[in-house]
């Protein structure tokens, strides 16, 4: 399942590595993006893979992004882990609206 989210940039994670069972090398990175929901807004990604690290360190935090990710689930002991694998990222071309405090006003001089 491919899926899409957008927000922004809160924690970029360190770099892990380690050998599968197969004796092969791998690399992770992940990030973390909140999304601006009132419920769970920060969602950890992540980024599996030399290319796909690349990629990811092209962004920084305080950034607004829209990744592309798969979501998949094993089970383990009985239990279900879920992981979010991001396959591509790139900077959204949205505006974000601040948020206004109740000591700031807006002046737009429309009349209504």
Same mark, same amino acid.
């Given at each position: 399942?491919?899926?899409?989210?957008?927000? !922004?940039?809160? !924690?970029?994670?360190? /770099?892990?590595? @380690?050998?599968?069972?197969?004796?092969?090398?791998? $690399?992770?990175? @992940?990030? /973390?993006? +909140?999304?601006? #929901? %009132?419920?769970?807004?920060?969602?950890?990604?992540? &980024?599996?893979? +030399?290319? =796909?690290?690349?990629?990811?360190?092209?962004?920084?935090?305080?950034?607004?992004? =829209?990744?592309?990710?798969?979501?998949?689930? $094993?089970?383990?002991? @009985? !239990?279900? &882990?879920?992981?979010? +694998?991001?396959? =591509?990222? +790139?900077? %959204?071309?949205?505006? /974000? #609206?601040?948020?206004?405090?109740?000591?700031?006003?807006?002046?737009? %001089?429309?009349? &209504?």
């Amino acid at each position: 399942m491919s899926l899409e989210i957008k927000g !922004k940039i809160t !924690k970029k994670l360190p /770099v892990e590595s @380690g050998t599968s069972k197969a004796g092969k090398e791998w $690399r992770k990175g @992940g990030l /973390v993006v +909140d999304t601006g #929901s %009132d419920y769970n807004p920060e969602v950890c990604l992540s &980024f599996f893979g +030399d290319e =796909k690290l690349e990629m990811l360190s092209k962004f920084k935090e305080g950034q607004i992004v =829209k990744v592309l990710f798969n979501v998949s689930s $094993r089970e383990y002991n @009985g !239990k279900y &882990f879920h992981n979010l +694998d991001a396959w =591509k990222i +790139d900077l %959204d071309g949205g505006v /974000v #609206s601040p948020v206004l405090n109740s000591n700031d006003t807006e002046s737009d %001089d429309l009349p &209504f």
